[in-house]
């Protein structure tokens, strides 16, 4: 077989659901040595599909063909055996083993009855450095970051021989330089092993620089499905919504008052330094920096979840007791956390009980919680945020990413924060829930409220911020105004360390009352 | 394109050290049991009066208990808990008695009645596992439901079959499996050889082994497992089947070491297993812990009883010791946590 | 953060470690508190002017058997040290039966080292065998498995060390390596209270007994019903139910009785193995109204069951005192230590057969 060869082929592929057609004929032919994107919007289909590909799901309808051969997997392994190969968006890593043993989990190299440890060393050693990485396959797996974690993922399929592999949000959890190194080894695999992938993907932009070829998917059928050459991003957007989006990021100007919050020489040993800036009313203010640079730590602290060891927080005027998140949501501060599902939600609960969550106290009369009280508070989010579910009754983990994004905002906005921080908001969100989060943030922010947005997206934050603080290891590197001058470099080099702007700092004469204080 | 590059320098950079220091760390504490028993030796052999010459009875009850030991362990690195390995235990002991007391009875030979009472007692553990593997990984009931429930139903047999504890017609034929002492060491007997091999069998099983070795993914992450095509269910039973074969080896030393089947015994090992597997390193939620860290356990639980006997504390005290030297070890634990700084 | 909290677990180990060789002195002195009224008289009081007193050595010719001497003041055990392994010392006799030991054998001026098992037969062993390595100069054992006791005693017989039993024989095969038992003969005790039993209600009608137990492997029980229903065997007329095991415990052995008065309403004899489970049993009859149509017999002599005895509501118990069990035992050991004689094997205590007749003088006895 040669590059560009079909080898796998879908034809009207029918997945039914109780009370759901979640795939109603999709058909996708993949090629070797071919990367083939799969876009859609949350709930769109892809995930089911691929679970038909590897085997996790049987088809109701249709034709799965592998050099032309009918397929049907019963399990993961028949797929993997025949090297339909997937690395899911939800980490599988067993994180106690050690990275060869999760790079070869399940297929360990055997000499006989016993298992082969000098190859399977030596294989995993390999396969590290294929893929750029400098760790010994002794480590043990939990102890790296998650994007290494997810490039371990990616080597796993390596292991197995795969022809095909796919790719679920790969880079969600990977820092700029890691993407890079990912794009590097999916062109390698492609180019010089003839590999087809699949890659599904939000950020279009991805989607745009590696795919030879792009099938939308929408509401479980495929849309369109053509060579990338012919698309534009718009009409890729276009496609997966179903209708034009004009302006991704939708910030409108919003009126900038009085100081709201205020964060003097924050430091916490060991993790983050002197860490001094001003939100304002009305005003929008980004942290960026590198996955691990220290941003959301010092959210935590500020929000109390963490203790710091020196420096203060002031919130109206009123200086905050630190490592005390009841006081601080009691004075206004609402934080978004980074992980919605393991801080933020509880999944298995309903969407009414997970918004009124911190608000519970309010809402009952001597310990007996008022449901009327509660419901009116919900359904008042549920309409003026827009949050997609049958009812306030839902269970949250039944929602798409986007909706459950809206569901932590709510949770938070029913407290009236003077301080709403998010933490990556979008992440894991298709454009139409990010679009509608982002003209959130921008009401909140005309309301009068002070909102700080964590993200590891330089688009985001030019787009929906007014001003960005960068954070290079756990040090403060940059604060710039959102200007139309202000390049997508400049900050990605603050973020690094490599430069430092302190521009639109108000008051510079704070550093030197640090080496007083410390 | 080009602050990418240096982006990327630095991180590799910062990594490798950040690395390798995680990787110490962890080192130590995946192995800490190894300093917590040389530390209690240490303080035994130079403190405590009259520990010379006791410590064999280290040696010894630790053979006697550990193999059950083993079996659990097997069990909790794959993320499930038996409750029901000291009666099962003692149930074996008492099926041991039963079968050597009728070949021997009818045959006259001893040597006939220890290896198909074994044989037996190897088989009826192997049962009692099988059923709580049934119960727990075909039926799905929770582990600690379901061994707490079938730990009455074994104490139940233990009760019916033996009304009073009861000992072997012939065992001076048994009772040298436990003291023989080769080369005249009073801390080597057969037994203690016995359990050595079980370790060592153990251990090499689950490091070269494809079987062995899928004990450890299914108890860290039993979606990865299936994702890889090991199935879950599967591994699980075996393991409650070799807990329940272990037991059944443990059932047997305990009649070759007290000379009878007790009827308290499995009271005896109640969650004396549990501590030790612990203590040992391997991790209550699964997917840590190799069979040296069960031995280091149990020489650990073991040392601390004997050290405290030696001294003359009493039962109340021991336990007291026991169970503040768990906390410390599971507070040790949680306070070493090697996860990186982003969490 | 990561070092600090090596550090910590470190440290933590490092105190465990040194609060147990620091505590190692303190280890012996934990004898009982238990010595207050009825220690003195213990020894004279039994042999006093009960009319039913006996001690079996009397009714038996073998030379295996003797009356234990209960003056253990006539001793020496200066400079012996003598290690006491109990099965639990948390129950009132058994305990007793420990706290008197060590107060007497120390006033002998022996040094007594005590393990408690708390119940777990498997300990006993192990601390029997901690007594044989720290190589005390006798070494007695009360309750435990009497088989694993046998390779216990012979452990301590091949390590030259003189074993005692209080109140428990070994198992079979084990008599060698013993010196003796201490204690009275359960068996008899009970077949007595049987003979009892048949003396007063005759051959003639009709009569349920029921019988509540402690523990269905315990030997002291099963030795007592042995004698009891050994003895009832010849005499058809009477008819033993199942004995219910309480465990001992007063409540369950009320529950117990209970069940039987529905289950069994013909019920008219009682057969209590120990008094504090008769007393539950006693409670269960007066609340179902039938205290007087039901005979109760027990044994232990406890002091709520004397005065039961004086209500009425008891037949008849016996009192075991544990304390001459002590007495006898320092006895023996001290008499093995003078010239290494062995007065018999079974050193039996005396035991005094408590009714309706001689109850009051006793009430003042009773050790608990």
């Known amino acids: 077989m040669s590059r560009g060869d079909i080898f796998i082929e879908l034809d009207d592929i029918v997945k039914v659901f109780p009370g759901v057609r979640a795939l109603d004929g999709v058909s996708i032919k993949i090629a070797e040595g071919k990367v083939h994107a799969l876009c859609g919007e949350n709930g769109a289909g892809k995930s089911t599909l691929i679970k038909v590909m590897t085997g996790v799901h049987a088809r109701d309808g249709g034709d799965y063909r592998i050099d032309g051969k009918t397929v049907n997997f019963k399990s993961t392994k028949e797929a993997i055996d025949a090297g339909v190969s997937c690395v899911y968006q939800e980490l599988s890593i067993a994180p106690q083993l050690d990275v060869a043993k999760n790079l070869f989990i399940g297929n360990l190299p055997m000499k006989g009855h016993i298992i082969d440890h000098k190859t399977l060393y030596e294989k995993s050693e390999e396969i590290l450095k294929f893929l750029e990485m400098d760790i010994s396959p002794h480590m043990i797996a939990g102890d790296l970051s998650v994007g290494q974690q997810q490039m371990i993922e990616i080597g796993r399929a390596l292991t197995r021989n795969a022809r095909l592999i796919i790719m679920d949000e790969p880079t969600s959890s990977l820092s700029e330089a890691e993407t890079d190194t990912l794009f590097k080894v999916i062109k390698t695999l492609v180019e010089d092993r003839n590999m087809a992938i699949i890659y599904i993907s939000h950020k279009l932009d991805e989607v745009m620089e590696l795919a030879d070829w792009i099938t939308v998917i929408r509401d479980g059928k495929n849309i369109i499905s053509k060579a990338k050459t012919d698309f534009t991003q718009a009409e890729l957007v276009k496609n997966m919504i179903g209708r034009p989006l004009e302006n991704l990021y939708m910030k409108e100007p919003a009126e900038i008052t009085d100081t709201m919050l205020e964060v003097n020489h924050l430091t916490r040993d060991g993790v983050f330094d002197d860490i001094s800036f001003k939100v304002r009313k009305g005003e929008v203010v980004g942290f960026f920096g590198l996955v691990g640079a220290g941003r959301s730590e010092i959210m935590r602290a500020i929000f109390g979840v963490d203790k710091y060891n020196s420096g203060e927080v002031i919130l109206d005027g009123k200086k905050l007791k630190g490592g005390d998140p009841a006081k601080a949501i009691e004075n206004g501060i609402g934080f978004c956390t980074e992980d919605r599902k393991k801080e933020g939600l509880a999944l298995k609960i309903s969407i009414l009980s997970n918004m009124t969550l911190v608000k519970l106290k309010a809402l009952s009369h001597g310990g007996v919680v008022d449901r009327v009280a509660q419901r009116r508070a919900a359904d008042k989010y549920m309409k003026s945020i827009s949050i997609k579910a049958p009812s306030v009754n839902q269970l949250v983990g039944n929602l798409s990413g986007g909706n459950q994004q809206k569901v932590v905002v709510a949770k938070w906005l029913l407290m009236d924060p003077k301080v709403l921080i998010v933490d990556e908001p979008t992440r894991g969100i298709d454009v139409g829930s990010k679009s509608e989060i982002y003209s959130i943030l921008s009401d909140l922010a005309k309301q009068g409220m002070a909102i700080i947005v964590v993200s590891s997206e330089v688009e985001e934050i030019m787009g929906v911020c007014d001003k960005v603080i960068t954070i290079a290891e756990g040090k403060k590197t940059g604060e710039m105004a959102i200007t139309p001058e202000l390049t997508r470099e400049h900050i990605l080099s603050c973020a690094l360390g490599t430069e430092t702007d302190f521009s639109a700092e108000t008051d510079g004469e704070k550093k030197e009352e640090v080496k007083e204080n410390g | 394109m080009e602050e990418k590059g240096v982006k990327k320098e630095a991180a590799a950079a910062e990594n490798a050290v950040d690395l390798k220091k995680i990787q110490r760390v962890r080192f130590l504490k995946d192995n800490n049991s190894i300093l917590i028993l040389v530390a209690l030796l240490f303080v035994a052999f130079i403190g405590v009066d009259g520990f010379t010459g006791s410590w064999y009875n280290v040696a010894l009850y630790s053979a006697e208990y550990g193999i059950c030991c083993l079996g659990l362990a097997l069990v909790m690195i794959c993320g499930n808990i038996d409750l029901s390995v000291g009666y099962n235990a003692a149930f074996c002991g008492v099926m041991f008695v039963i079968t050597f007391n009728h070949i021997y009875n009818s045959t006259g030979n001893s040597a006939l009645g220890i290896i198909v009472g074994l044989i037996v007692a190897l088989i009826t553990g192997g049962v009692l596992g099988a059923f709580n593997g049934v119960i727990i990984t075909k039926v799905g009931v929770s582990p600690l439901i379901a061994t707490i429930a079938t730990n009455y139903i074994y104490e139940g047999l233990v009760m019916n079959f033996a009304k009073t504890s009861f000992a072997p017609v012939n065992k001076d034929a048994i009772t040298p499996i436990a003291k023989y002492q080769i080369f005249g060491l009073r801390w080597l007997t057969p037994m203690v050889i016995i359990f050595l091999l079980f370790v060592l069998g153990t251990y090499l099983w689950m490091h070269y082994t494809r079987y062995g070795n899928r004990l450890h993914i299914v108890g860290d992450n039993p979606e990865a497992a299936e994702y890889a095509g090991i199935s879950v269910s599967k591994t699980a039973f075996t393991t409650f089947v070799l807990c329940g074969i272990m037991a059944g080896m443990t059932g047997f030393m305990m009649v070759a070491f007290s000379g009878a089947a007790i009827y308290t015994q499995g009271t005896t090992l109640g969650t004396f297993p549990i501590s030790c597997v612990i203590i040992g390193g391997v991790k209550m939620t699964g997917g840590k812990g190799t069979a040296v860290h069960v031995l280091l356990g149990v020489l650990i639980m073991r040392t601390v009883s004997t050290m405290m006997s030696t001294m003359f504390w009493s039962t109340n005290r021991v336990n007291l010791v026991t169970g503040l030297l768990l906390i410390a070890v599971l507070i040790a634990d949680r306070f070493t946590s090697t996860k990186s700084a982003d969490e | ?368």
Not at chain 3, 37 to 59: H, R
Not at chain 3, 191 to 196: E, G, R, S, T, V
Not at chain 3, 294 to 318: H, N, P, W
Not at chain 3, 345 to 350: C, D, K, S
């Open chain 3, 1 to 368: 953060m990561k070092k600090m909290s090596k550090v910590l677990s470190l440290a933590l180990a490092g105190i465990m470690a040194a609060s147990l060789a620091a505590c190692g002195g303190a280890a012996s002195s934990n004898s009982g508190g238990a010595s207050g009224s009825a220690s003195g008289s213990a020894a004279s009081g039994a042999s006093g002017s009960a009319v039913t007193t006996t001690a079996s050595g009397a009714s038996t010719a073998s030379g295996d058997e003797a009356d234990a001497d209960l003056n253990y003041q006539n001793y020496d055990l200066s400079g012996k040290t003598i290690g006491y392994v109990t099965i639990n010392s948390a129950a009132p006799w058994g305990g007793r039966i420990g706290t008197m030991f060590q107060q007497y054998a120390e006033e002998q001026g022996a040094k007594v080292q005590v393990l408690d098992a708390q119940a777990d037969v498997d300990k006993v062993s192990e601390y029997c065998q901690q007594m044989i390595d720290a190589n005390v100069d006798a070494l007695v054992i009360f309750g435990g498995d009497v088989d694993a006791n046998v390779e216990i005693a012979k452990n301590a017989d091949d390590a030259g060390i003189p074993v005692f039993m209080a109140a428990l024989d070994v198992g079979d095969g084990g008599q060698q390596y013993v010196k003796a038992v201490v204690g009275p003969d359960q068996e008899k005790m009970c077949a007595d209270i049987a003979k009892y039993v048949v003396e007063q209600n005759g051959t003639d009608q009709d009569f349920t007994v029921a019988q509540i137990s402690g523990v269905p492997f315990l030997e002291d029980y099963i030795e007592r019903e042995r004698g009891f229903q050994t003895y009832m065997k010849d005499y058809p007329n009477y008819t033993l139910l199942e004995p219910q095991y309480a465990y001992s415990n007063r409540d369950d052995a009320k529950g117990y009785m209970t069940d039987i008065l529905n289950s069994h309403p013909e019920t008219n004899i009682v057969m209590g193995y120990d008094d504090d489970l008769t007393m539950g049993a006693v409670q269960a009859i007066d609340e179902a109204g039938k205290t007087g149509d039901i005979k109760v017999y027990s044994l232990t002599g406890q002091k709520d069951a004397i005065q039961a005895v004086i209500d009425g509501k008891i037949e008849m118990t016996v009192m075991n005192r544990a304390d001459n069990i002590s007495a006898g035992l320092v006895s023996a050991i001290g008499t093995y230590f003078k010239d290494g004689s062995e007065p018999a094997y079974y050193l039996r205590t005396p035991l005094t057969y408590i009714t309706k007749d001689n109850a009051e003088q006793y009430l003042d006895q009773a050790e608990f």
